[in-house]
């Protein structure tokens, strides 16, 4: 039996005495807390009747509608394939339409519908109550401290 102090996989970095402690630290503290603010966002958007991938949908052409689906797939770092099953299955529920480009025949612009705008804006309320929940631990200083770490890693 091995000391049970030591680590069983010593290429692994030791949390407490490798020079890349912190970049791992905060790598699964980003992780963890992404994971948890997305299942309880998750959640609230359930009880809107969406999912978060659909809500992210709804939530870009409401910020500015008439973009493609390649241009919608690279704002939801998503490929163009997963972004049609997507706009598929919003455009069925009667959210959102697709109309054709009238400068490139193969493309066709993205547009929310009256119902997609109707869901987007009764949705948007509980997304942003949650969102402010989750860091109202923070202070208007560190939240901007944290944006500005965040796009320098970005």
């Known amino acids: 039996m091995g000391d049970a102090t030591q680590p069983t996989h010593p290429d ?3 949390l ?3 020079p890349r402690a912190w970049e791992v630290k905060v790598w699964v503290k980003l992780a963890r807390l992404y994971t948890l603010i997305e299942r309880r966002l998750g959640q609230c958007l359930a009880e809107q009747g969406l999912s978060l ?3 992210d949908v709804l939530a870009t052409l409401w910020h500015g509608e008439g973009i493609t689906q390649q241009e919608l797939a690279e704002h939801l770092l998503v490929t163009k394939g997963n972004v049609v099953g997507l706009i598929d299955r919003v ?5 959102v ?3 054709p480009d009238p400068d490139d025949r193969r493309a066709n612009r993205l547009y929310l519908t009256n119902a997609g705008r109707e869901r987007v804006s009764r949705a948007f309320p509980c997304h942003l109550a949650d969102i402010c929940k989750s860091f109202s631990q923070l202070t208007d200083d560190e939240l901007r401290q944290m944006h500005q770490l ?3 890693l970005d």
């Not at 455009?91 to 959210?95: H, I, K, L, V």
């Open 12 to 14: 692994l970095p030791v």
């Open 16 to 18: 407490n005495e490798d």
């Open 53 to 55: 991938s659909q809500f």
């Open 91 to 95: 455009s069925a529920a009667g959210w």
């Open 97 to 99: 339409e697709r109309r």
């Open 150 to 152: 965040l796009e320098k």
